[in-house]
């Protein structure tokens, strides 16, 4: 089993920053941590930064330049560090990875900008 506990959700004003966490509670060096996903209201959840299998990085077009996505093997912890926040980033973010051919979400973290 793994849990995932993301935090570093809020409110914030458009064009402020946030930075979330998932701590996870096992090695992370030791799963596929995919990244972090968000729904928005009535839409969809969707992909917003993810670790390749390669070691690179992918991102949404609509977070390109904004957000970064990092990990700390030592914390078992990954981070989602986001800038330049618009109304349209609001939704519940989750982090999600793979163990033992078995997929795991967080409970996730509200992330409401106000314009």
Request: net charge positive; hydrophobic share 35%; glycine share 10%.
């Amino acid at each position: 089993q793994v849990q995932l506990v993301e935090s570093g959700g809020g409110l914030v004003q458009a064009g402020g920053s946030l930075r979330l966490s998932c701590a996870a509670s096992r090695r992370i060096s030791s799963m596929f941590v995919r990244g972090w996903y968000r729904q928005a209201p009535g839409k969809q959840r969707e992909l917003v930064a993810a670790f390749n299998s390669d070691g690179s990085t992918t991102y949404a077009d609509s977070v390109k330049g904004r957000f970064t996505i990092s990990r700390d093997n030592a914390k078992n912890t990954v981070y989602l560090q986001m800038n330049s926040l618009k109304p349209e980033d609001t939704g519940v973010y989750y982090c999600n990875a793979a163990w033992a051919f078995d997929n795991y979400w967080g409970q996730g973290t509200q992330v409401t900008v106000s314009s």
